[in-house]
């Protein structure tokens, strides 16, 4: 009965992972900017728009350093010709890279990586 029960949970967190779901935005990014509430907003080619990843104040509740690390990554990308990765989770499987909202609508990417 022990086994059929973690057998059983097991498959129930795989599932509520399927569900919750993750999209990658792979690309380049034309444009950073820190606006004057702190907001570090760029403009990836994966959605052709501006959105915000974060707040050097923390307001968006990523950390202060985190976000001005991924500032950093990101000025580095565009320095180098570098394309960047971002993961956003989808709980509700309503968005791709595209059509990801716009400006402060955009939801806090989990993380931003510099790629090769």
């Known amino acids: 009965m022990r086994t059929l029960t973690i057998v059983f949970c097991s498959i129930m967190s795989l599932l509520q992972c399927a569900v919750a779901g993750n999209i990658w935005c792979t690309g380049t990014v034309s444009n950073v900017y820190i606006a004057a509430d702190n907001s570090v907003v760029i403009k990836g080619s994966w959605r052709n728009d501006y959105t915000r990843i974060c707040s050097t104040d923390g ?33 509700d499987g309503q968005f791709q890279c595209n059509n990801l909202p716009t400006y402060y609508s955009t939801h806090n990417p989990s993380y931003v990586m510099l790629e090769r």
Do not use: E
Request: aromatic share 10%.
């Open 59 to 91: 307001s968006t509740g990523i950390d202060t350093v985190t976000c001005s690390l991924w500032f950093s990554i990101i000025s580095t990308a565009m320095t180098n010709d570098k394309q960047v990765k971002l993961m956003y989770s989808d709980r």
